[in-house]
Structure formats: structure tokens, C-alpha cells
């Protein structure tokens, strides 16, 4: 018989206790433990096909230019913002974590994938459908014709409906998949621990078991997670440890936008992001996003600006909005869309100071079009333009940007790789964007003197906001 044993799980970190506690020593939370009964596991009875203990060899220490390694080729997906994100494609034995709010979208996403993945076999694990739910998606998809069975994309997708470890190992042994995706980590359970699907030590132990079939079969598996009330992944923080990467997919349900960003990439760069249009028939990629983040406007409006922000590697432009109108309360109305409210009224209270415009008195209302959330400091130059230009009820002209930080000086910073945000412009047939003198210095951020004849765009390098507002207000 094997041996049990009882612990206290906090529900909210994981943190482990021998006895109950009424506050988590980890995450400060009150009356989040709860009892779970581990069994420990067995060692005669494997989680996965390992070869015997008397077959295995010690690990010995290896000097690190004595280690021989061959770059793997990454497998390249039909979907070019999942292959963005991930770095440049599918990494063979790595275990991908997708969260996200419910409906946003992840079993979409990831049912996509497995129908679209050319002359590879997936098999798609679901513990919360059942296999007809997963064929009507599927139709609705477009990705099967309605009443046959062919995938239009001629792949092999397989679907297996199972919440016990020891039984999906099993069927994955007969059917040796290409590729396995888990929908979801939560819903799964293992023999080996006594408790509850869902709860700390089942999602701990159902990871290191698809942790370990991964690494040692080199198969990709990606993991569905629940999120909770707070915007984090459900279970223990040890599981966004022990995946290889973790996808965030956002958005907002009244937009038809999504945003799928890394969080954590251990083969390429965490601050990367892919953009899709959620659509009846399934989510559409947005190869240009600046184009939809911009509305067309028949006139110029006062309070509209468009500011050059970068999103990982990507450049973007973004039409910031701005309304300033005498408050008729006693306190001022202050909100920010998509942006940062202590950062709003920090630019509002440089404005009011440096640069003698009266806001004290005023209601003022930011937003960021398209739904998306923008943390790049970049936008400061756009959004305090936005700001006046609602507040002396001056339009900007058309066809003008901005890419400048605002310090509390009222200087206009420098900010980063800031000719892949001309280029974008230009791009967009911009005619000139105001930027901060600072970049075109040798001792700058860029360490390099950029050259501005190349570009067929009115770059107006400016040294403070009282420059940008008299070249633009007189």
C-alpha cells in the first residue's frame, strides 16, 4: 500500500502546511487553505514509459563548451501572429501555458491550430466538452463541411475526451500524436494524488507528468489554464515555473479584437504580442494593426491625435482620444481607457505647471481606440497634444504623429528604437512626426546619429512640449 499523507494547500499561491493556517505566510491571503489528502506515488508504477531504474545512468557535471547542441528547427504553424508570439514557430518538447478570461477565445485559438497543422497528427485532449461540442465548433470554424467528416486542410486532428492522466498516456502511446493540447490543465486529475480535480497538488502533478512526457518524448503539448477573479492563471505560481512558455490571450468582450501576449518565453522574446479579429466563422490574424487601430475621419476633430507606440518588436500606430470640458460638479472627473489614470494626471499636472494651461477645474476623459491597453511611455507626446487640442478646441492637423516621453521637467524624452516608428509612419503615408531632439544624439539612446534624409516624412525634433505646442498651436 502506499502512503498518505494530509496537507494544507493555500488555494491561492499553493504554499504548503503540515496544519491549517487562517493567513497564508506567502501571499498574505486570509482563510484560502484547505485540506488535501496526497498519496504518494507508487514507484513501481510509472507515469510515463521510462525505461527501469537498473537501465538508467547518473548524470555527471559537463564542462559547458564540452556540450554538443544542434539548433532545432522550429515548426512553423499556418498562423504567423501564434509563430510571432512564440518566437518563430513550435519548439519540439516544450510545454506552452495559454490563460485567459472565459470566452475570450482559447479553445477557439488552440482548435484552430490543431485543425490547421499541415502533415502532423495532434490529438486534442478536452475535459470540459463533449466530442459532438468540439465537432459543431468545428463546423462553425469552417474548418469541417457540414455532415462530412473531411477537415478541409487535409491535417489530422483527434479528439479524446478524458480528464485521467493514466488514461490519455495510454491512448497517446497507441496513437503517438506530433502534437497534444490539454483543454483544460484544470480539469485533469491524477490517480497518484487524492483530491479534487483542479485543486493545488492535481494541476502540480498532472504538469510534471506532461512536463516529463514532453522533454523525453520531444512532443509539444500546450495547456489550457483557467485565470482568476484577479487576471492570474488558477492553480499554484510553481506551474507558470515549470512550462516552458505563458500566453496571455486579452481582450475585451465588446471588441472584436484580441491580443495574445508572452509573458514568459524561454526560446525567444517575452515582450512580443500577436493581434486577431474575432469573427463568426473564427479568429482572422491582423497582419497590419496600425490600419484598424486608426478610424478614417471625413474632417479633422479637435482632441484626436495618432502616436507611434511599439508593442515587442512591432511598431503600431494608435489614435489616442482626448476630452477636456469644465467640470459641473465639485471634483473633477479624471478617467483614462487603456491607459494609465496615475500616469494621466501626472501629465496634467506638467501641463499645468510648465506650461501654465488651467486644468484644475476640468473633467478629462482619455482613450485608446480598438480596446487595447498601452503602457509604452512613447504615447505621453500624443496624449498631452490630445489633451490641449480638446481644451483650446484645436484640431491637429491630419497626417501628424508624435513619439516623445513627457518628464516631469517638461522636458521630451528619447525613446527607444525610434526609426522603426518613422518607418511605420512613413509606412502609413504620415507627412511628419514630432520626436524628441535627444534621439538624434551620438550620446543617446541609441548611441548612434540617425539619419533622417532616408525617410520621405517631416521628422520635427522638438526639446520640450511648449516647442510642440507652439509649432502646432502658434
Known amino acids: 500500500m502506499a502512503k498518505t499523507k494530509v496537507a494544507y494547500f493555500c488555494q491561492s499561491c499553493g504554499f504548503e502546511s503540515p496544519k491549517w493556517l487562517g493567513k497564508c505566510p506567502s501571499c498574505q491571503q486570509w482563510n484560502t487553505f484547505a485540506e488535501e489528502v496526497i498519496e504518494k506515488e507508487n ?78 497528427k495532434v490529438l486534442y485532449v478536452s475535459g470540459e466538452e463533449s466530442e459532438r461540442q468540439i465537432k459543431m465548433r468545428a463546423e462553425r470554424l469552417g474548418q469541417l463541411a457540414v455532415g462530412s467528416g473531411q477537415l478541409a486542410a487535409g491535417s489530422e486532428c483527434y479528439i479524446l475526451t478524458e480528464t485521467s492522466t493514466q488514461n490519455i498516456f495510454k491512448q497517446i502511446e497507441a496513437l503517438e500524436p506530433d502534437m497534444v493540447v490539454i483543454d483544460s490543465i484544470q480539469t485533469l486529475y491524477s490517480s497518484h494524488i487524492e483530491s479534487t480535480p483542479g485543486s493545488v497538488s492535481q494541476v502540480r ?91 478614417q475621419r471625413d474632417e479633422p476633430l479637435s482632441g484626436i491625435t495618432i502616436s507611434a507606440t511599439l508593442e515587442g518588436m512591432r511598431p503600431m500606430l494608435i489614435e489616442t482620444q482626448a476630452l477636456v470640458s469644465t467640470s459641473a460638479y465639485g471634483t473633477p472627473q479624471r478617467t483614462a481607457t487603456g491607459f494609465d489614470t496615475k500616469r494621466m494626471n501626472m501629465l496634467l499636472a506638467v501641463l499645468e505647471k510648465r506650461c501654465g494651461f488651467k ?41 501628424t504623429c508624435f513619439a516623445g516621453e513627457i518628464g516631469l521637467s517638461g522636458e521630451v524624452r528619447a525613446v527607444n528604437r525610434i526609426e522603426q516608428r518613422i518607418a511605420e509612419a512613413q509606412k502609413l503615408g504620415f507627412e511628419q512626426i514630432f520626436i524628441s531632439k535627444y534621439n538624434l544624439e551620438s550620446g543617446g539612446q541609441n548611441k548612434k546619429r540617425i539619419d533622417l534624409t532616408r525617410y520621405n516624412i517631416a521628422v520635427k525634433t522638438v526639446g520640450s512640449i511648449e516647442e510642440v505646442f507652439s509649432a502646432l498651436f502658434g
Open 205 to 295: 502533478e498532472c504538469t510534471a507528468e506532461l512536463l516529463r512526457f514532453s522533454k523525453e518524448s520531444g512532443t509539444p503539448v500546450f495547456l489550457i489554464g483557467h485565470i482568476t477573479k484577479d487576471g492570474m492563471i488558477a492553480g499554484p505560481k510553481i506551474l507558470e515555473h515549470m512550462v516552458d512558455t505563458v500566453l496571455q490571450f486579452e481582450g475585451d468582450r465588446h471588441h472584436v479584437y484580441r491580443i495574445l501576449r508572452a509573458v514568459k518565453n524561454r526560446f525567444g522574446s517575452a515582450s512580443e504580442l500577436g493581434i486577431y479579429e474575432m469573427l463568426g466563422e473564427g479568429l482572422r490574424e491582423v497582419s497590419n494593426p496600425s490600419e484598424i487601430l486608426l478610424s
Open 359 to 399: 486644468l484644475g477645474g476640468k473633467d478629462v476623459f482619455l482613450n485608446i481606440t480598438g480596446g487595447i491597453s498601452v503602457e509604452d511611455p512613447a504615447i505621453d507626446l500624443g496624449l498631452a497634444a490630445a489633451i490641449i487640442s480638446s481644451h483650446e478646441d484645436i484640431p491637429i492637423p491630419f497626417k
Open 43 to 120: 514507484k513501481s508504477i510509472p507515469n510515463w514509459k521510462t525505461p527501469s531504474t537498473s537501465m538508467q545512468r547518473a548524470n555527471k557535471p559537463v564542462q559547458v563548451s564540452e556540450i554538443s547542441f544542434d539548433e532545432d528547427q522550429r515548426i512553423l504553424t499556418p498562423d504567423n501572429e501564434f509563430n510571432r508570439v512564440l518566437g518563430g514557430g513550435i519548439v519540439a518538447g516544450s510545454l506552452v501555458l495559454i490563460g485567459g478570461e472565459p470566452g475570450i477565445g482559447k479553445s477557439t485559438l488552440m482548435l484552430q491550430l490543431a485543425l490547421n497543422m499541415p502533415a502532423m
